[in-house]
Structures are given as C-alpha cells and as structure tokens.
T-cell receptor, first 114, second 112 residues
C-alpha cells in the first residue's frame, strides 16, 4: 500500500533546537501533507506540498519533497514546548481509482523539553 | 468558530450494543471522511462520502456503517461493538479531491 513511514518514531529535543522528521512513501504522488496531532485530539493540517514543488515554508515550518527518492522532510526551527505532539505525513495515490483517499504514516512523536 | 464538530467527545458503550457517532461541518465541504485511530497508530480510513457517493474501504468490517443525510452531517454506526473497536474515531472534511483535510476533535470510544 501507499502508507508512508515516518522516521524517527520518537524524537526528544530541548526547547530552541531544530527538529527534523522524515517521511518516505512507495508510489508516485500528486501531493503530500503534514499534520500535527496533540495528545488525544484531532489532527491539524500544517502544510500541503504538491509533486511539482520542492520546498514550502510556513512560519517556523519548512517542508521539502524529493520525488526521486520518494521522501519528504519536515523541519521545525527554534522549537517550543508547545510543539510537543505527534506529526504525520499523508500521501495520496494517483494510481488508485479513487482520488479522494489519503494514506497516513505511523507518525513521529516529538517531545520538546522546556 | 468550530468547523468540524464531533459528538460526543467520549462515548462508553457495552459489548454488542449499537452506538452512533456524529459529525457535522460548517465548511460546506463535499467530502467527509471517517477514520479509526488506535493508540500510537496512524489514522486508518474507514470510508468516505463525496457528496452522496459512498466509498467503503475494502478492509472496513461490515460492523461499521455510515450515513450522510445532508451536506453538513455524517454518522458512523457501529452495529455490534467489540472490544477491539475501542479507539479514537476521527471525522474529517475536504472541499474536493486531494485537498487539505480538516479534522474534528475526535470521539474516543470505550467498549466495556
């Protein structure tokens, strides 16, 4: 299946440090999205990057996409304790008949220590 | 301001007792999704509606059904909950295909 894999599974850093999470996927995509989930809550959309884009920024977030390697990375700069959450990548699969579906990876659990 | 609303936030049911979870949206989005998420796992898509067009995932158990009576509301019915159905159930919407999904806060289901 297309389900992405995040790496690392868990990451613990000090406040102020940068956090980098990676996502790899198996088949071609139209777009890739990153979501954040605070413990016991719903997911919040962070960034959508399309297959013809290589990098996108949003505030302290930077997402890169390398379609040749089938991978994406999410960088959070100058992390804060409030960034503590699980981060998921989600990919579509244009080879599937139904284009509405997204496949979520298993997530990276980020802990930012004050 | 809430855009995707799920009720209740917590639901306790008994083994085998039918339960319905609800989701409503104020975004007027065409697509509504139901996901199941177990502890420390990825959200797993159960089914989705594009308008009134229902799309079931191949591995979604028959025990799970859904209804979308209008654009704003979508329901998840679990006909005979088992202990393995205890999970967080997430509703999401998107305007159209391959677009950003907006998630509700989730309903945490406990089966006794």
């Amino acid at each position: 299946s297309q389900q992405g894999e995040e790496d690392p599974q868990a990451l613990s850093i000090q406040e102020g440090e940068n956090a980098t999470m990676n996502c790899s996927y198996k088949t071609s995509i139209n777009n890739l999205q990153w979501y954040r989930q605070n413990s016991g809550r719903g997911l919040v959309h962070l960034i959508l990057i399309r297959s013809n884009e290589r990098e996108k920024h949003s505030g302290r977030l930077r997402v890169t996409l390398d379609t040749s390697k089938k991978s994406s990375s999410l960088l959070i700069t100058a992390s804060r304790a409030a960034d503590t959450a699980s981060y998921f990548c989600a990919t579509d699969d244009p080879l599937q008949y139904n284009f509405n579906k997204f496949y979520f990876g298993s997530g990276t659990k980020l802990n930012v220590k004050p | 301001d809430a855009m995707v609303i799920q009720n209740p936030r917590y639901q306790v049911t008994q083994f085998g007792k039918p339960v319905t979870l609800s989701c409503s949206q104020t975004l007027n989005h065409n697509v509504m999704y139901w996901y199941q998420q177990k502890s420390s796992q990825a959200p797993k898509l159960l089914f989705h509606y594009y308008d009134k067009d229902f799309n079931n995932e191949a591995d979604t158990p028959d025990n799970f059904q859904s209804r979308r009576p209008n654009t704003s509301f979508c329901f998840l019915d679990i006909r005979s909950p088992g202990l393995g159905d205890a999970a967080m159930y997430l509703c999401a919407t998107s305007l159209s295909v391959q677009e950003t999904q907006y998630f509700g806060p989730g309903t945490r289901l406990l089966v006794l």
